[in-house]
Nanobody, 125 residues
Framework: QVQLVESGGELVQAGGSLRLSCAAS????????MGWFRQAPGKEREFVAA??????SYGDSVKGRFTILRDNAKNTVYLQMNNLKPEDTAVYYC????????????????????WGQGTQVTVNS
């Protein structure tokens, strides 16, 4: 059983940067599809970024500003967030899909079966 723990969320000024971490334990996630989602108050959970063995994908609102990264030696996935905006304020969740098809990048919430507890990111204007 894989457990995911996010960290790195904090209060930041608009235009600033943050790096969120998602540390996995229980088994290696080297070959697993991983994703980041976020949920703002009063809104549905939204796709942010996803990574598979063949590439990555980003939500339209974060393209060019956010990057999903992996460190297989640390069994950790990161979300590098640059040029943050107040509308990026949300709880950010890391997710893992336990089985995946080679070449497929998963962008829907229901495609993931393991979730972390979330980390709060607040961007002040």
């Amino acid at each position: 059983q894989v457990q995911l723990v996010e960290s790195g969320g904090e209060l930041v000024q608009a235009g600033g940067s943050l790096r969120l971490s998602c540390a996995a334990s229980g088994r290696t996630i080297t070959y697993d599809a991983m994703g980041w989602f976020r949920q703002a108050p009063g809104k549905e959970r939204e796709f942010v970024a996803a990574s598979s063995r063949t590439g990555s994908s980003y939500g339209d609102s974060v393209k060019g500003r956010f990057t999903i990264l992996r460190d297989n030696a640390k069994n950790t996935v990161y979300l590098q967030m640059n040029n943050l905006k107040p509308e990026d304020t949300a709880v950010y969740y890391c997710a893992r899909r336990s089985s995946s098809s080679y070449g497929t990048i998963y962008v829907r919430e229901k495609e993931y079966d393991t979730w972390g507890q979330g980390t709060q990111v607040t961007v002040n204007s």
